[in-house]
Protein backbone atom coordinates (compact mmCIF):
# COMPACT_ATOMS: atom_id res chain seq x y z
CA UNK A 1 0.00 0.00 0.00
CA UNK A 2 0.96 3.18 -0.78
CA UNK A 3 2.33 6.06 1.95
CA UNK A 4 -0.47 8.16 -0.18
CA UNK A 5 -3.18 5.74 0.45
CA UNK A 6 -2.07 4.33 3.94
CA UNK A 7 -2.29 7.88 5.14
CA UNK A 8 -5.85 8.42 3.25
CA UNK A 9 -6.81 5.18 4.69
CA UNK A 10 -6.08 6.41 8.37
CA UNK A 11 -7.98 9.86 7.58
CA UNK A 12 -10.75 7.56 6.63
CA UNK A 13 -10.85 5.36 9.70
CA UNK A 14 -10.42 8.88 11.60
CA UNK A 15 -13.35 10.05 10.23
CA UNK A 16 -15.31 7.14 10.89
CA UNK A 17 -14.27 6.89 14.54
CA UNK A 18 -16.06 10.11 15.48
CA UNK A 19 -19.55 9.24 15.19
CA UNK A 20 -19.06 6.48 17.08
CA UNK A 21 -17.19 8.17 19.80
CA UNK A 22 -19.34 11.09 20.26
CA UNK A 23 -21.90 8.83 20.73
CA UNK A 24 -19.80 6.90 23.43
CA UNK A 25 -19.17 10.14 24.95
CA UNK A 26 -22.96 11.43 25.19
CA UNK A 27 -24.14 7.80 26.63
CA UNK A 28 -21.19 8.53 28.82
CA UNK A 29 -22.72 11.49 29.99
CA UNK A 30 -26.02 10.73 30.05
CA UNK A 31 -25.35 7.58 32.62
CA UNK A 32 -23.20 10.02 34.74
CA UNK A 33 -26.12 11.94 34.89
CA UNK A 34 -28.66 9.08 35.65
CA UNK A 35 -26.52 7.20 38.42
CA UNK A 36 -25.70 10.87 40.08
CA UNK A 37 -29.74 11.35 40.62
CA UNK A 38 -30.44 8.50 42.25
CA UNK A 39 -27.51 7.28 43.82
CA UNK A 40 -25.22 10.08 44.56
CA UNK A 41 -21.92 10.62 42.54
CA UNK A 42 -18.84 9.16 44.12
CA UNK A 43 -15.22 9.40 42.32
CA UNK A 44 -14.84 5.54 42.87
CA UNK A 45 -18.18 5.46 40.71
CA UNK A 46 -17.20 7.90 37.92
CA UNK A 47 -14.27 6.23 37.45
CA UNK A 48 -15.51 2.87 37.08
CA UNK A 49 -17.99 4.65 34.61
CA UNK A 50 -15.71 6.05 32.25
CA UNK A 51 -13.53 2.75 32.32
CA UNK A 52 -15.93 0.97 30.95
CA UNK A 53 -17.65 3.12 28.78
CA UNK A 54 -14.02 4.31 27.39
CA UNK A 55 -13.91 -0.10 27.05
CA UNK A 56 -16.96 0.06 24.99
CA UNK A 57 -16.41 2.83 22.63
CA UNK A 58 -13.14 1.11 21.65
CA UNK A 59 -15.04 -2.37 21.00
CA UNK A 60 -17.42 -0.68 18.77
CA UNK A 61 -15.41 1.58 16.80
CA UNK A 62 -13.36 -1.75 16.34
CA UNK A 63 -16.23 -3.09 14.67
CA UNK A 64 -17.55 -0.44 12.71
CA UNK A 65 -13.76 -0.25 11.27
CA UNK A 66 -14.23 -4.51 10.59
CA UNK A 67 -17.23 -4.22 9.03
CA UNK A 68 -16.43 -1.19 6.48
CA UNK A 69 -13.34 -2.47 5.85
CA UNK A 70 -15.08 -5.71 4.51
CA UNK A 71 -17.70 -3.80 2.75
CA UNK A 72 -14.90 -1.54 0.95
CA UNK A 73 -13.05 -5.23 -0.18
CA UNK A 74 -16.65 -6.52 -1.28
CA UNK A 75 -17.15 -3.32 -3.45
CA UNK A 76 -13.58 -3.83 -4.65
CA UNK A 77 -14.08 -7.25 -5.52
CA UNK A 78 -17.40 -6.43 -7.03
CA UNK A 79 -16.97 -3.97 -9.07
CA UNK A 80 -13.30 -5.33 -10.59
CA UNK A 81 -14.79 -8.88 -11.38
CA UNK A 82 -14.16 -10.32 -14.62
CA UNK A 83 -17.28 -12.71 -13.86
CA UNK A 84 -20.97 -11.36 -14.09
CA UNK A 85 -22.40 -11.34 -10.72
CA UNK A 86 -25.94 -10.64 -9.85
CA UNK A 87 -28.65 -10.68 -7.09
CA UNK A 88 -32.30 -10.91 -8.49
CA UNK A 89 -35.33 -11.22 -6.27
CA UNK A 90 -37.82 -13.98 -6.33
CA UNK A 91 -39.77 -12.47 -9.19
CA UNK A 92 -37.12 -12.66 -11.90
CA UNK A 93 -35.51 -9.25 -11.78
CA UNK A 94 -31.89 -7.97 -11.25
CA UNK A 95 -31.50 -5.61 -8.42
CA UNK A 96 -28.07 -5.17 -8.77
CA UNK A 97 -25.51 -6.46 -11.29
CA UNK A 98 -21.94 -5.40 -11.44
CA UNK A 99 -19.94 -3.29 -13.98
CA UNK A 100 -18.99 -6.91 -15.99
CA UNK A 101 -22.39 -7.26 -17.39
CA UNK A 102 -21.81 -3.84 -19.24
CA UNK A 103 -18.61 -4.85 -20.35
CA UNK A 104 -19.64 -8.22 -21.49
CA UNK A 105 -23.35 -7.31 -22.44
CA UNK A 106 -23.17 -3.45 -23.21
CA UNK A 107 -26.19 -2.89 -21.06
CA UNK A 108 -25.55 -0.59 -18.22
CA UNK A 109 -26.93 -2.11 -14.78
CA UNK A 110 -30.31 0.21 -14.89
CA UNK A 111 -30.88 -1.16 -17.98
CA UNK A 112 -30.60 -4.55 -17.21
CA UNK A 113 -32.68 -3.94 -13.37
CA UNK A 114 -35.07 -2.29 -15.71
CA UNK A 115 -37.17 -5.74 -16.88
CA UNK A 116 -37.60 -8.99 -16.19
CA UNK A 117 -33.70 -11.13 -16.68
CA UNK A 118 -36.03 -14.03 -18.65
CA UNK A 119 -36.54 -10.68 -21.66
CA UNK A 120 -32.59 -11.29 -22.33
CA UNK A 121 -32.68 -14.73 -22.80
CA UNK A 122 -32.34 -16.56 -25.60
CA UNK A 123 -36.42 -17.70 -26.55
CA UNK A 124 -34.89 -21.69 -26.83
CA UNK A 125 -33.75 -21.20 -23.25
CA UNK A 126 -36.35 -19.90 -21.67
CA UNK A 127 -37.73 -22.79 -20.86
CA UNK A 128 -34.78 -24.42 -19.27
CA UNK A 129 -33.85 -21.32 -17.64
CA UNK A 130 -37.38 -20.86 -15.91
CA UNK A 131 -36.86 -24.49 -14.87
CA UNK A 132 -33.67 -23.72 -13.23
CA UNK A 133 -34.65 -20.73 -11.72
CA UNK A 134 -38.10 -22.04 -9.99
CA UNK A 135 -35.48 -25.28 -8.94
CA UNK A 136 -33.32 -22.31 -7.34
CA UNK A 137 -35.72 -20.16 -6.16
CA UNK A 138 -38.02 -23.30 -4.33
CA UNK A 139 -34.77 -24.07 -2.67
CA UNK A 140 -34.66 -27.52 -4.47
CA UNK A 141 -30.65 -26.83 -4.81
CA UNK A 142 -28.17 -24.53 -6.09
CA UNK A 143 -27.69 -23.96 -9.75
CA UNK A 144 -24.25 -24.79 -11.08
CA UNK A 145 -22.68 -25.32 -14.62
CA UNK A 146 -26.25 -24.01 -15.82
CA UNK A 147 -25.80 -22.59 -19.41
CA UNK A 148 -27.84 -20.30 -21.49
CA UNK A 149 -27.67 -17.31 -24.01
CA UNK A 150 -28.09 -13.71 -23.44
CA UNK A 151 -28.81 -10.86 -25.63
CA UNK A 152 -26.14 -8.43 -26.01
CA UNK A 153 -26.49 -4.88 -26.84
CA UNK A 154 -25.44 -5.48 -30.43
CA UNK A 155 -28.02 -7.95 -30.86
CA UNK A 156 -25.42 -10.76 -30.76
CA UNK A 157 -26.21 -13.32 -28.38
CA UNK A 158 -23.72 -14.45 -25.63
CA UNK A 159 -23.51 -17.82 -23.83
CA UNK A 160 -23.26 -17.47 -20.00
CA UNK A 161 -22.50 -20.32 -17.48
CA UNK A 162 -24.55 -19.53 -13.99
CA UNK A 163 -23.37 -20.72 -10.81
CA UNK A 164 -26.12 -19.47 -8.16
CA UNK A 165 -27.60 -19.58 -4.57
CA UNK A 166 -30.98 -18.73 -3.32
CA UNK A 167 -31.68 -17.16 0.22
CA UNK A 168 -35.50 -17.84 0.23
CA UNK A 169 -35.19 -15.76 3.90
CA UNK A 170 -34.31 -12.76 2.47
CA UNK A 171 -35.99 -13.25 -0.97
CA UNK A 172 -32.94 -12.56 -2.65
CA UNK A 173 -31.12 -14.95 -5.45
CA UNK A 174 -26.96 -14.47 -6.09
CA UNK A 175 -25.44 -15.40 -9.25
CA UNK A 176 -22.17 -15.42 -10.63
CA UNK A 177 -22.19 -16.00 -14.31
CA UNK A 178 -19.41 -15.98 -17.04
CA UNK A 179 -19.15 -15.63 -20.73
CA UNK A 180 -18.27 -19.02 -21.81
CA UNK A 181 -18.73 -18.56 -25.92
CA UNK A 182 -15.69 -18.99 -27.09
CA UNK A 183 -15.49 -22.11 -25.10
CA UNK A 184 -18.88 -23.43 -26.54
CA UNK A 185 -17.82 -22.54 -29.56
CA UNK A 186 -14.71 -24.64 -29.51
CA UNK A 187 -16.57 -27.36 -28.05
CA UNK A 188 -19.25 -27.20 -30.60
CA UNK A 189 -16.37 -27.55 -33.44
CA UNK A 190 -14.81 -30.14 -31.61
CA UNK A 191 -18.28 -32.08 -31.52
CA UNK A 192 -18.63 -31.11 -34.85
CA UNK A 193 -15.23 -32.87 -35.91
CA UNK A 194 -14.96 -35.84 -33.80
CA UNK A 195 -18.59 -36.88 -35.51
CA UNK A 196 -17.05 -36.21 -38.57
CA UNK A 197 -14.18 -38.07 -37.61
CA UNK A 198 -16.58 -40.97 -36.92
CA UNK A 199 -18.64 -40.85 -39.96
CA UNK A 200 -15.41 -41.04 -41.75
CA UNK A 201 -14.04 -44.49 -39.36
CA UNK A 202 -17.10 -46.08 -39.96
CA UNK A 203 -17.33 -45.24 -43.77
CA UNK A 204 -13.27 -46.73 -44.19
CA UNK A 205 -14.07 -49.78 -41.98
CA UNK A 206 -17.60 -50.30 -44.11
CA UNK A 207 -15.00 -50.11 -46.94
CA UNK A 208 -12.54 -52.38 -45.32
CA UNK A 209 -15.34 -54.79 -44.52
CA UNK A 210 -16.53 -54.52 -47.99
CA UNK A 211 -13.43 -55.43 -49.56
CA UNK A 212 -12.80 -58.46 -47.57
CA UNK A 213 -16.48 -60.02 -48.02
CA UNK A 214 -15.59 -58.85 -51.97
CA UNK A 215 -12.35 -60.77 -51.39
CA UNK A 216 -13.82 -64.33 -49.64
CA UNK A 217 -16.70 -64.23 -52.24
CA UNK A 218 -14.41 -64.47 -54.90
CA UNK A 219 -12.84 -66.97 -53.33
CA UNK A 220 -15.87 -69.02 -52.48
CA UNK A 221 -17.05 -68.82 -55.66
CA UNK A 222 -13.38 -70.06 -57.30
CA UNK A 223 -13.87 -73.14 -55.05
CA UNK A 224 -17.60 -73.50 -56.24
CA UNK A 225 -16.74 -73.25 -59.56
CA UNK A 226 -14.62 -76.24 -59.70
CA UNK A 227 -17.42 -78.60 -58.90
CA UNK A 228 -20.70 -75.92 -60.32
CA UNK A 229 -20.34 -74.40 -63.75
CA UNK A 230 -23.46 -72.21 -62.97
CA UNK A 231 -21.63 -71.05 -60.24
CA UNK A 232 -24.68 -69.79 -58.56
CA UNK A 233 -25.04 -72.72 -55.89
CA UNK A 234 -23.57 -70.19 -53.23
CA UNK A 235 -25.84 -67.41 -54.24
CA UNK A 236 -29.09 -70.05 -54.60
CA UNK A 237 -28.28 -71.57 -50.54
CA UNK A 238 -28.39 -67.33 -49.43
CA UNK A 239 -31.37 -66.82 -50.99
CA UNK A 240 -32.80 -70.18 -49.43
CA UNK A 241 -30.90 -69.57 -45.95
CA UNK A 242 -33.02 -66.04 -45.99
CA UNK A 243 -35.96 -67.42 -46.97
CA UNK A 244 -36.01 -70.09 -44.00
CA UNK A 245 -34.78 -67.64 -41.67
CA UNK A 246 -37.78 -65.14 -42.43
CA UNK A 247 -40.12 -68.32 -41.49
CA UNK A 248 -38.96 -68.96 -38.20
CA UNK A 249 -39.21 -65.44 -37.39
CA UNK A 250 -35.53 -64.09 -37.43
CA UNK A 251 -34.62 -60.22 -36.78
CA UNK A 252 -34.18 -58.39 -39.25
CA UNK A 253 -30.73 -58.22 -38.59
CA UNK A 254 -29.60 -61.20 -38.35
CA UNK A 255 -31.37 -61.99 -41.86
CA UNK A 256 -29.73 -59.43 -43.53
CA UNK A 257 -26.41 -61.36 -42.07
CA UNK A 258 -27.53 -64.77 -43.15
CA UNK A 259 -28.42 -63.91 -46.24
CA UNK A 260 -24.30 -62.55 -46.89
CA UNK A 261 -23.17 -65.31 -44.63
CA UNK A 262 -24.34 -68.38 -45.89
CA UNK A 263 -22.85 -68.26 -49.69
CA UNK A 264 -19.58 -68.61 -47.90
CA UNK A 265 -20.18 -71.70 -46.04
CA UNK A 266 -17.94 -73.68 -48.60
CA UNK A 267 -14.76 -71.30 -48.75
CA UNK A 268 -13.28 -74.29 -47.40
CA UNK A 269 -13.08 -76.28 -50.49
CA UNK A 270 -10.62 -74.10 -52.24
CA UNK A 271 -8.16 -76.77 -50.25
CA UNK A 272 -9.64 -79.37 -51.18
CA UNK A 273 -8.27 -81.74 -53.98
CA UNK A 274 -9.58 -81.50 -57.56
CA UNK A 275 -9.10 -85.44 -57.53
CA UNK A 276 -11.28 -85.44 -54.82
CA UNK A 277 -14.01 -82.79 -55.12
CA UNK A 278 -14.35 -83.66 -58.85
CA UNK A 279 -14.58 -87.43 -58.27
CA UNK A 280 -17.55 -88.89 -60.26
CA UNK A 281 -17.44 -92.27 -57.83
CA UNK A 282 -17.97 -92.83 -54.48
CA UNK A 283 -15.72 -91.16 -51.79
CA UNK A 284 -13.11 -93.52 -50.46
CA UNK A 285 -12.83 -93.28 -46.46
CA UNK A 286 -9.53 -91.40 -46.58
CA UNK A 287 -11.03 -88.91 -49.67
CA UNK A 288 -13.67 -88.33 -47.42
CA UNK A 289 -12.38 -87.40 -44.31
CA UNK A 290 -10.09 -84.69 -46.54
CA UNK A 291 -13.73 -83.52 -48.00
CA UNK A 292 -14.96 -83.09 -43.89
CA UNK A 293 -12.16 -80.65 -43.72
CA UNK A 294 -13.48 -77.86 -45.88
CA UNK A 295 -15.47 -77.28 -42.77
CA UNK A 296 -12.89 -76.17 -40.18
CA UNK A 297 -10.57 -74.70 -43.04
CA UNK A 298 -13.54 -72.86 -43.99
CA UNK A 299 -13.96 -71.44 -40.54
CA UNK A 300 -9.93 -70.90 -39.98
CA UNK A 301 -10.39 -68.81 -43.12
CA UNK A 302 -13.46 -66.48 -41.95
CA UNK A 303 -12.51 -66.13 -38.64
CA UNK A 304 -11.02 -63.87 -36.41
CA UNK A 305 -12.18 -60.56 -37.96
CA UNK A 306 -14.61 -59.03 -35.62
CA UNK A 307 -17.36 -58.46 -38.30
CA UNK A 308 -20.58 -59.92 -37.65
CA UNK A 309 -20.64 -61.33 -40.77
CA UNK A 310 -17.82 -63.26 -40.80
CA UNK A 311 -18.60 -64.31 -37.44
CA UNK A 312 -21.69 -65.85 -38.07
CA UNK A 313 -20.07 -67.08 -41.61
CA UNK A 314 -17.43 -68.38 -39.26
CA UNK A 315 -20.18 -70.33 -37.44
CA UNK A 316 -22.51 -71.91 -40.48
CA UNK A 317 -18.77 -72.89 -42.42
CA UNK A 318 -18.00 -75.02 -39.37
CA UNK A 319 -21.77 -76.54 -38.27
CA UNK A 320 -23.02 -77.15 -41.97
CA UNK A 321 -23.11 -80.48 -42.15
CA UNK A 322 -23.66 -80.83 -38.79
CA UNK A 323 -26.72 -83.28 -38.06
CA UNK A 324 -29.68 -82.97 -35.95
CA UNK A 325 -28.84 -86.63 -34.18
CA UNK A 326 -25.33 -85.88 -33.80
CA UNK A 327 -23.73 -87.81 -36.93
CA UNK A 328 -22.31 -85.30 -38.52
CA UNK A 329 -19.50 -83.54 -38.53
CA UNK A 330 -16.40 -81.99 -37.59
CA UNK A 331 -17.48 -82.16 -34.11
CA UNK A 332 -20.40 -84.37 -34.05
CA UNK A 333 -22.83 -82.15 -31.79
CA UNK A 334 -26.76 -82.45 -32.03
CA UNK A 335 -29.99 -81.41 -31.46
CA UNK A 336 -30.20 -77.47 -30.01
CA UNK A 337 -26.26 -77.66 -29.25
CA UNK A 338 -25.64 -77.28 -33.57
CA UNK A 339 -25.92 -72.85 -34.25
CA UNK A 340 -29.67 -72.05 -35.90
CA UNK A 341 -27.53 -70.57 -38.60
CA UNK A 342 -25.80 -74.06 -39.23
CA UNK A 343 -29.29 -75.97 -39.27
CA UNK A 344 -30.87 -73.42 -41.75
CA UNK A 345 -28.15 -74.00 -44.03
CA UNK A 346 -27.64 -77.00 -44.22
CA UNK A 347 -30.91 -77.88 -45.21
CA UNK A 348 -30.88 -75.23 -47.77
CA UNK A 349 -27.24 -76.47 -48.98
CA UNK A 350 -28.58 -80.48 -49.80
CA UNK A 351 -31.68 -79.10 -51.18
CA UNK A 352 -29.99 -77.24 -53.63
CA UNK A 353 -26.88 -79.82 -54.08
CA UNK A 354 -29.71 -82.77 -54.75
CA UNK A 355 -32.01 -80.55 -57.45
CA UNK A 356 -28.70 -79.68 -59.50
CA UNK A 357 -26.08 -81.39 -61.31
CA UNK A 358 -22.77 -81.94 -59.88
CA UNK A 359 -19.93 -84.05 -60.83
CA UNK A 360 -20.58 -86.89 -58.98
CA UNK A 361 -24.50 -86.96 -59.93
CA UNK A 362 -27.29 -85.84 -61.92
CA UNK A 363 -29.75 -83.29 -60.35
CA UNK A 364 -32.82 -85.02 -58.58
CA UNK A 365 -36.43 -83.65 -59.51
CA UNK A 366 -37.79 -80.83 -56.71
CA UNK A 367 -40.03 -83.67 -55.32
CA UNK A 368 -38.01 -85.94 -54.95
CA UNK A 369 -35.20 -83.50 -53.08
CA UNK A 370 -38.46 -82.48 -51.13
CA UNK A 371 -38.94 -86.05 -50.49
CA UNK A 372 -35.40 -86.98 -48.98
CA UNK A 373 -35.81 -83.95 -47.23
CA UNK A 374 -38.63 -84.62 -45.53
CA UNK A 375 -37.83 -88.05 -44.51
CA UNK A 376 -34.51 -86.68 -42.68
CA UNK A 377 -36.60 -84.66 -40.92
CA UNK A 378 -35.47 -85.12 -37.06
CA UNK A 379 -32.55 -87.38 -38.07
CA UNK A 380 -29.89 -85.05 -40.69
CA UNK A 381 -32.11 -82.25 -39.95
CA UNK A 382 -34.08 -79.93 -37.18
CA UNK A 383 -37.93 -80.93 -38.29
CA UNK A 384 -38.46 -76.49 -37.34
CA UNK A 385 -36.07 -76.07 -39.85
CA UNK A 386 -37.52 -78.51 -42.31
CA UNK A 387 -40.88 -77.49 -41.68
CA UNK A 388 -39.85 -73.84 -42.15
CA UNK A 389 -38.43 -74.79 -45.00
CA UNK A 390 -40.84 -76.61 -46.59
CA UNK A 391 -43.23 -73.27 -45.48
CA UNK A 392 -41.49 -71.69 -48.21
CA UNK A 393 -42.50 -73.57 -51.18
CA UNK A 394 -39.25 -74.68 -52.81
CA UNK A 395 -40.19 -75.27 -55.77
CA UNK A 396 -40.99 -71.63 -56.13
CA UNK A 397 -37.63 -71.07 -54.51
CA UNK A 398 -34.82 -70.95 -57.31
CA UNK A 399 -34.54 -74.07 -57.64
CA UNK A 400 -34.04 -76.03 -61.20
CA UNK A 401 -38.08 -76.63 -61.55
CA UNK A 402 -37.14 -78.06 -64.90
CA UNK A 403 -34.19 -80.82 -63.51
CA UNK A 404 -33.77 -83.20 -65.25
CA UNK A 405 -35.08 -86.32 -63.69
CA UNK A 406 -32.56 -88.54 -61.69
CA UNK A 407 -30.64 -90.80 -64.29
CA UNK A 408 -32.06 -94.64 -64.95
CA UNK A 409 -30.48 -96.59 -61.67
CA UNK A 410 -30.52 -93.11 -59.54
CA UNK A 411 -33.27 -94.34 -56.93
CA UNK A 412 -31.30 -97.41 -56.58
CA UNK A 413 -27.64 -95.42 -55.77
CA UNK A 414 -29.61 -92.80 -54.66
CA UNK A 415 -28.35 -93.55 -50.93
CA UNK A 416 -24.38 -93.34 -52.14
CA UNK A 417 -25.27 -90.04 -53.83
CA UNK A 418 -26.95 -88.77 -50.78
CA UNK A 419 -23.74 -89.78 -48.34
CA UNK A 420 -21.76 -87.94 -51.46
CA UNK A 421 -24.07 -84.97 -51.01
CA UNK A 422 -24.10 -84.83 -47.53
CA UNK A 423 -19.80 -85.10 -47.21
CA UNK A 424 -19.45 -82.46 -50.28
CA UNK A 425 -22.89 -80.31 -50.31
FE1 LIG B 1 -20.15 -78.00 -47.33
Request: glycine share 8%.
Amino acid sequence: MSMQTYSSHKTSSRRRHLPVASTSIALAVALVGCWDAHYGLTAEGLVSWGVSLAAFALVACACVDRNRRIETELDCYFNGSLDLLATADMQGRFTRVNPAWERTLGYDAKTLCAKPFLEFVHPEDREATVAENAALAGGERDVRGFRNRYLAADGSYRWLEWSGHAQPEDGLIHAVARDVTALHDAEERLADHAELLEAEVAERTRELEGARTHTLHSLALAAEYRDDDTYEHTERVGRMAEEIGIRLGLAEQELALLRMAAPLHDVGKIGVPDRILLKPDKLSLEENEIMKTHTALGAKLLGGSGSPMLEMATVIAETHHERWDGEGYPNGIAGERIPLVGRIVAVADVFDALTHDRPYKRAWTVAEALAQIESESGSHFDPRVVEAFLATRPERGGARRDAAPSPAGAQASGNSQLAHVSAAA
